[in-house]
């Protein structure tokens, strides 16, 4: 099976559900389960649904601050600088 490449996480006001599944490694069903039991706000546009970096960060603040740790990891490598993932 070829492995996919994964392209860095660039920080954004809204993710898609399979984008925000993939960033996190959890399923898609099991990301809008989670997303539903937490009571976010969901924004759908056309067939895709999206989900506000901000409610991520009210209601399920573990992820929200998850995706800014690899934010901050990403940027950090792509200047060449080293950050220990624990800071």
Do not use: C, N
């Not at 546009?45 to 740790?69: A, C, F, H, N």
């Amino acid at each position: 099976m070829r492995e996919r490449k994964r392209e860095p996480a660039t920080l954004k006001a809204l993710y898609g559900v399979p984008e925000l599944a993939r960033i996190t490694g959890i399923g898609q069903d099991t990301m809008r389960r989670l997303l539903r039991k937490r009571g976010i706000e969901l924004v759908r546009v056309g067939r895709t649904i999206y989900v506000p970096l901000s409610e991520l960060g009210k209601r399920v603040p573990q992820m929200w601050q998850s995706i800014m740790d690899a934010e901050r990891m990403r940027h950090a490598a792509s200047v060449g600088q080293v950050v220990d993932p624990l800071e």
